[in-house]
Nanobody, 123 residues
Framework: QVQLVESGGRLVQTGDSLRVSCEVS????????MAWYRQTPGKEREYVAAISRSGDSRYYADAVKGRFSVSRDNAKDTMSLQMNGLKPEDTAVYYC????????????????WGQGTQVTVSS
C-alpha cells in the first residue's frame, strides 16, 4: 500500500520561509513523478509544483514561481517544498501527490495522495 505522509506545516509570519516534506512508502519512489497541491476551505485543490522522477525537471504554478522550490531525494524517498516570501494567500493545506505515469505532470492526474499538512501565514 502506497503511503504519502506530509510534515512541516505550521503557523508563520508574512515574509517567512518554511519547508514542508513528503515521505513515500510502499512504492519505488524513484518511479513516481511527484507534485504539490494546496487547498483552502471552499475552493478546489490548486496545483503548486511538480518534479520529474530524476528531479531534473521542475514545474511551478505562476502564483509561486520564483518563491517556491520543489526538490526530491530518491535515496530518502522524500520530496520537499521550500517556500520563501510567504504571503497570507499561501495559507492552505498542502498535499503531496504521486503518479506512476510521467504524463501526470501534463494531465495533473495523480493517483496517490497524502493527508495534507496545514500551512498558515499570518499578516
Amino acid at each position: 500500500q502506497v503511503q504519502l505522509v506530509e510534515s512541516g506545516g505550521r503557523l508563520v509570519q508574512t515574509g517567512d520561509s518554511l519547508r514542508v516534506s513528503c515521505e513515500v512508502s510502499g512504492h519505488r519512489f524513484r518511479d513516481l513523478v511527484m507534485a504539490w497541491y494546496r487547498q483552502t476551505p471552499g475552493k478546489e485543490r490548486e496545483y503548486v509544483a511538480a518534479i520529474s522522477r530524476s528531479g531534473d525537471s521542475r514545474y511551478y504554478a505562476d502564483a509561486v514561481k520564483g518563491r517556491f522550490s520543489v526538490s526530491r531525494d530518491n535515496a530518502k524517498d522524500t520530496m520537499s517544498l521550500q517556500m520563501n516570501g510567504l504571503k497570507p494567500e499561501d495559507t492552505a493545506v498542502y498535499y503531496c501527490a504521486g503518479s506512476e505515469s510521467t504524463m501526470a505532470i501534463a494531465t495533473k492526474r495523480f493517483e496517490f495522495w497524502g493527508q495534507g499538512t496545514q500551512v498558515t501565514v499570518s499578516s
